[in-house]
């Protein structure tokens, strides 16, 4: 692990090059988001985000990185995948949930 890694804003690990990882909209690009602020998560946060929260959620309350730790489900979640390596990959096969 180098330190000029870059954090993930949600469980605030480094994510370590090879490591899957995302560009998550801060505000859906479906809500007006695209070309919007972005921010890169690890694969498995940015897929706790979409699986927690609607996009008409994101864009409206959820469209910050302190917003999007405040939500009780994610904050458990980023309390749980903290203690895991950076390098930490879900062992669940399959995309992102169908809403």
């Known amino acids: 692990m180098h330190t000029d890694d870059p954090i993930c804003p949600l469980c605030l690990r480094p994510i370590p090059k ?10 859906p690009k479906l809500k007006g988001g695209k070309g919007g602020p972005t ?22 309350d959820y469209n910050t990185p302190e917003a999007l ?13 903290s203690k895991r390596p950076p390098s930490f990959k879900s062992k669940v096969p399959g995309g992102m949930r169908k809403r």
Not at 20 to 27: M, V
């Open 18 to 27: 090879g490591v899957p990882q995302s560009l998550h909209h801060l505000i």
């Open 39 to 60: 921010v890169l998560m690890h694969h498995i946060c940015h897929r706790e985000v979409h699986a927690s929260l609607s996009e008409a959620e994101l864009a409206r």
């Open 69 to 81: 730790r405040s939500h009780p489900r994610l904050a458990k979640f980023a309390a749980w995948v």
